[in-house]
């Protein structure tokens, strides 16, 4: 069973123009109880560069054996999109809470969407 804030490696060819490419992480976003299709709200994981660190939508993962990573990380949350579970090709690891909440934010920041910090 895929859960929410699993990495997996994740099939995402064929795509078009400039959308994420190739077998790469990506971290599952969707809830664990919505949905009845086939399907995972995704987050795709790519190399760390510095000039991340100066736009909110990437979220910075240091590698660690809980995660899975080789290498420093970010997830894009601007990639967002909804995959079909057969695009999963593995499992490496998890995210923890502290990144899944950060993840969460710079989603509601792309989005536009209010979040209550209580």
Partial sequence: MM?????????????IGAEI??????????SNEIGTLPLKVIA???DWKQNYAQVPWMVQVQPNVQNGLTKP?????FQ????????????LGALNAS??????????????IAL???
């Fill in 3 to 15: 859960r929410r804030s699993e990495i997996w490696l994740i099939n995402l060819d064929p795509t």
């Fill in 21 to 30: 490419k190739k077998t790469r992480p990506a971290v599952i976003v969707s």
């Fill in 44 to 46: 795709p994981i790519t």
């Fill in 73 to 77: 990380s970010a997830v894009d949350t």
């Fill in 80 to 91: 967002v999109r909804s995959v079909s579970e057969m695009r999963f090709v593995r499992r």
């Fill in 99 to 112: 990144t899944m909440r950060s993840v969460a934010s710079a989603l509601a920041e792309v989005l536009e």
């Fill in 116 to 118: 209550d910090n209580d």
